[in-house]
């Protein structure tokens, strides 16, 4: 998951008739059902949205291990430790599969990190949102990466291989995750009344933020049309958002706690929960930068890349002068 | 200075879609001789849409007396396995 608002090069999608012979035989490739291969010729404007949304998808990864590494010195036992340390570990993982689908693109992961690290590159809302106690790392383990399983097996479609190939084996591990975050926010809701209001406070907070995951409103999403012809993406924002919050509603009713939004009822003739919208200015100015936790993270990011310069620098020194060594010696 | 060709490591992607998987070896003077012989002998009913081919040499390998450091610390991490974790059945698949 975690690819929200990329945009598209272009807007609109080019009539068969405005493309050129190389760009028909593509399109003619997607339509087919083939995966796009690096060695294959591409439009820029794939290539290019391509490397925006691995990309953003990546850095989702790599700053999504920050607020639950908030909580691996202080979970409540050594075995919930042990799983929150696997599944941020598994979280790290993700980020290097994806940066290197995003390296066979063209595009170097120092130079998406750099991006990132400036500013100029985004990674999921839903990361900006504090994690406050424990209940809270129940609660993403289940619903965000509830909703990132959404979104990521349909992405295991994607048109581009190297992509849809990290998604498969994404998706493999992240049941993993979700298990883990509903068994830990099981535990509290079955616990002690003051364990279950822990559980209940953690599902309004995060409720909205996570069904802001999908992007906006197929409406307002003006750059999916054409990642859509191109198979980039595959499945709308809102017909994710309804596949999770249909998925979701029976698993909060399981818990015994109430739902997080009055609007949540069941709609008979849809075959399908009705729910409300999330309050789209937040998202908006959350992707601006404006956040609880967006500052804090990108500062942690940094320092993170910062403090880590010299032993990657070392390495490479090491390297290269073992590398030199033999030709020296002769 | 042997004349042998050097050896190649060979890597058929079966159908669109899927990883290059390794299939065997050969021998060739070169990378662009690797690919044409790679296709003669691993290819001939079809097998593949794509071919990588890689010289011997430059593949690192882990070795076998290292399997048990290597792979032992993850037997005990069990709850990496979905399964480790009791869900009800109520709930739907997760």
Same mark, same amino acid.
């Given at each position: 998951?975690?690819?929200? =608002?990329i945009?598209?090069?272009r807007?609109g999608i080019?009539?068969?008739?405005d493309?050129?012979?190389?760009?028909r035989?593509?399109?003619?490739?997607?339509?087919?059902?083939?995966k796009i291969?690096?060695?294959?010729w591409?439009?820029d404007?794939?290539?290019a949205?391509?490397?925006r949304?691995?990309?953003?998808?990546?850095h989702?990864?790599?700053?999504?291990?920050?607020?639950?590494?908030n909580?691996?010195?202080?979970?409540?036992? =050594?075995?919930?430790?042990?799983?929150?340390?696997?599944?941020?570990?598994?979280e790290?993982?993700?980020?290097?599969? =994806?940066y290197?689908?995003a390296?066979?693109?063209?595009?170097?992961?120092?130079?998406?990190?750099? =991006?990132?690290?400036?500013?100029?590159?985004?990674?999921?809302?839903?990361?900006?949102?504090?994690t406050?106690?424990?209940?809270?790392?129940?609660?993403?383990?289940?619903?965000?990466?509830?909703?990132?399983?959404?979104n990521?097996v349909?992405?295991?479609?994607?048109?581009?291989?190297?992509?849809?190939?990290?998604?498969?084996?994404?998706?493999?591990?992240?049941?993993?995750?979700?298990?883990?975050?509903?068994?830990?926010?099981m535990?509290?809701?079955?616990?002690?009344?003051?364990?279950?209001?822990?559980?209940?406070?953690?599902?309004?907070?995060?409720?909205?933020?996570?069904?802001?995951?999908f992007?906006?409103?197929?409406?307002e999403?003006?750059h999916?049309?054409?990642?859509?012809?191109?198979?980039?993406?595959?499945?709308?924002?809102?017909?994710?958002?309804?596949?999770?919050?249909d998925?979701?509603?029976?698993?909060?009713?399981?818990?015994?706690?109430?739902l997080?939004?009055p609007?949540?009822?069941?709609?008979e003739?849809?075959?399908?929960?009705?729910?409300?919208?999330?309050?789209?200015?937040?998202?908006?100015n959350?992707?601006?930068?404006?956040?609880?936790?967006?500052?804090?993270?990108?500062q942690?990011?940094?320092?993170?890349w910062?403090?880590g310069?010299?032993?990657?620098?070392?390495?490479?020194?090491?390297?290269?002068?073992?590398?030199?060594?033999?030709?020296?010696?002769? | 200075?042997s004349?042998?060709?050097?050896?190649?490591?060979?890597?058929?992607?079966?159908q669109?879609g899927?990883?290059?998987?390794?299939?065997?070896?050969?021998?060739?003077?070169?990378a662009?001789?690797?690919?044409?012989?790679?296709?003669?002998?691993?290819?001939?009913?079809?097998?593949?849409?794509?071919?990588?081919?890689?010289e011997?040499?430059?593949?690192?390998?882990?070795?076998?007396?290292e399997?048990?450091?290597?792979?032992?610390?993850s037997?005990?991490?069990?709850?990496?396995?979905?399964?480790?974790?009791?869900i009800?059945?109520?709930?739907?698949?997760?």
């Open positions: 998951m975690y690819a929200q =608002l945009k598209t090069a807007s080019k009539a068969p008739e493309m050129s012979p190389d760009e035989a593509f399109q003619d490739r997607i339509d087919r059902g083939e291969e690096p060695q294959d591409m439009p404007d794939y290539r949205t391509l490397i949304q691995i990309g953003q998808h990546a989702s990864e790599v700053v999504g291990q920050l607020p639950e590494g909580w691996i010195t202080r979970a409540p036992t =050594l075995e919930r430790k042990a799983i929150l340390l696997a599944k941020v570990q598994d790290a993982g993700h980020g290097l599969y =994806l290197s689908a390296e066979t693109l063209g595009e170097s992961r120092d130079e998406l990190i750099r =991006l990132l690290h400036e500013g100029r590159m985004k990674y999921s809302s839903i990361f900006n949102y504090p406050l106690n424990w209940a809270d790392i129940g609660a993403v383990g289940w619903l965000v990466d509830g909703a990132a399983i959404v990521q349909a992405l295991q479609r994607t048109s581009y291989g190297p992509y849809s190939r990290a998604m498969v084996r994404i998706c493999k591990e992240e049941s993993f995750h979700a298990r883990q975050g509903y068994s830990a926010i535990a509290m809701a079955f616990g002690t009344p003051e364990q279950k209001r822990m559980a209940q406070d953690a599902v309004n907070r995060l409720w909205f933020p996570a069904i802001m995951m992007g906006p409103s197929d409406g999403s003006v999916s049309e054409q990642s859509m012809a191109w198979k980039i993406k595959v499945k709308s924002n809102d017909e994710l958002r309804q596949q999770f919050v998925q979701t509603i029976p698993q909060i009713e399981y818990l015994g706690l109430d997080p939004d609007g949540i009822r069941w709609n003739k849809r075959g399908h929960y009705d729910f409300s919208d999330p309050d789209w200015s937040e998202f908006f959350v992707i601006k930068g404006n956040g609880p936790c967006n500052v804090d993270r990108m942690n990011r940094v320092k993170a910062e403090d310069a010299w032993v990657r620098d070392g390495l490479m020194a090491h390297a290269r002068k073992k590398s030199a060594a033999p030709a020296a010696a002769e | 200075m004349n042998e060709w050097p050896l190649w490591e060979v890597f058929i992607r079966g669109h899927m990883s290059h998987r390794h299939v065997g070896s050969l021998h060739a003077p070169d662009q001789m690797a690919v044409k012989n790679a296709r003669d002998v691993y290819t001939r009913r079809n097998e593949g849409v794509s071919i990588w081919v890689v011997a040499r430059h593949i690192a390998a882990s070795s076998p007396e399997k048990g450091p290597l792979y032992d610390p037997q005990s991490k069990v709850y990496r396995h979905p399964t480790f974790f009791d009800p059945e109520d709930v739907g698949s997760m």
